[in-house]
């Protein structure tokens, strides 16, 4: 079915902005004052969407927990921010890289040079939204600024019938994207500096957003310990100084020490924290955070109370 064109004109994110009028006739200082002053009202657009976030962040966990994915899916800018989020959820929270996916219309090739026309096709998300076969443990979460673009509104219909659980982010009220999700994230930012060029509030909203939901979801399923980011993959010098300071502030224990206690978990952090902190062997710990789905707070009392 051919869906009707939506007037972009009534989107607040295409409007001219009042405030950045005369751009091009502006000093330096004064493009980055007005832009940065927009800036500033994007934290608190955001921040009016806390319960939706909130929610978004529980029912991400519970899928998760079952053995679920999250997917993104998107088209240009908002397709990128989703690539980026989804790309640097496996270092930093789990090793399971297919926890957390994306689908970007264009493919892996629209994330550097623009493919403007595959955000336009129907068909092209519904195809490539069956490729993840999502089901009833995962959640789909559909991002677009304008809540219009054709290929992210199929892929996340296309989810919703499969029995996923589907989130929409934008930035404009009512929707086809809203109306297509269980559940919709709208940070009303208004218009853009550079009218319509919605990678700049629109995008730093979704990014915002993006951020809170997949590392919410984590915290809540215990990948963070504290505020520390225990599940941290020691792949380089940095990332094993990084590793070792986790180890120094959680337990706490001198950096040598630490090391030691790294090497003998096979440079795995969280299994290093379990044994330090509930003094357990690295089968022990291993076996625990097993059973607690990884889990370290729960791993390390499991073994404490027995």
């Not at 550097?112 to 939204?129: F, K």
């Not at 999502?134 to 991002?143: F, K, S, Y």
């Not at 934008?170 to 994207?177: A, K, M, V």
Request: hydrophobic fraction near 45%; proline fraction near 4%; include cysteine.
């Amino acid at each position: 079915m051919k869906r009707p064109r939506a007037n972009l004109s009534r989107l607040a994110t295409e409007k001219p902005n009042r405030t950045s009028r005369g751009l091009d006739l502006k000093t330096a200082r004064e493009i980055a004052s007005i832009i940065n002053a927009e800036d500033e009202r994007v934290a608190v657009a955001v921040r009016r969407t806390l319960p939706q976030v909130a929610r978004a962040i529980d029912l991400i966990a519970d899928r998760l927990r079952r053995g679920g994915r999250l997917i993104y899916v998107g088209a240009g800018t908002s397709g990128r921010i989703a690539a980026l989020d989804a790309a640097e959820c496996p270092p930093t929270f789990t090793r399971n890289r297919a926890t957390v996916q994306f689908v970007m219309a264009g493919g892996v090739r629209a994330l550097g040079a623009a493919t403007e026309a595959n955000e336009d096709s129907p068909a092209l998300g519904r195809r490539e939204m069956s490729k993840k076969n999502p089901g009833r443990n995962d959640v789909v979460v559909g991002i677009a600024a304008s809540g219009r673009t054709p290929f992210t509104i199929a892929a996340v219909e296309y989810a919703r019938r499969k029995g996923a659980e589907t989130i929409a982010v934008t930035c404009n009220r009512g929707s086809p994207l809203e109306k297509a999700a269980n559940l919709a994230i709208v940070a009303e930012v208004g218009p853009e500096v550079v009218s319509g060029s919605t990678r700049m509030k629109a995008g730093t909203a979704q990014k915002m957003i993006l951020n809170m939901v997949s590392t919410g979801a984590m915290v809540r399923m215990g990948f963070v310990y504290g505020n520390l980011m225990v599940n941290v993959l020691p792949r380089n010098a940095k990332l094993s100084e990084r590793a070792a300071a986790i180890l120094e502030q959680a337990v706490p224990m001198r950096g040598r020490e630490a090391r030691r206690v790294l090497k003998a978990a096979g440079k795995n952090v969280p299994v290093a924290l379990v044994m330090a902190k509930a003094s357990a062997s690295r089968g022990q710990a291993q076996r625990a955070l097993r059973s607690a789905q990884g889990n370290v707070r729960r791993a390390i009392e499991s073994i404490r109370q027995s």
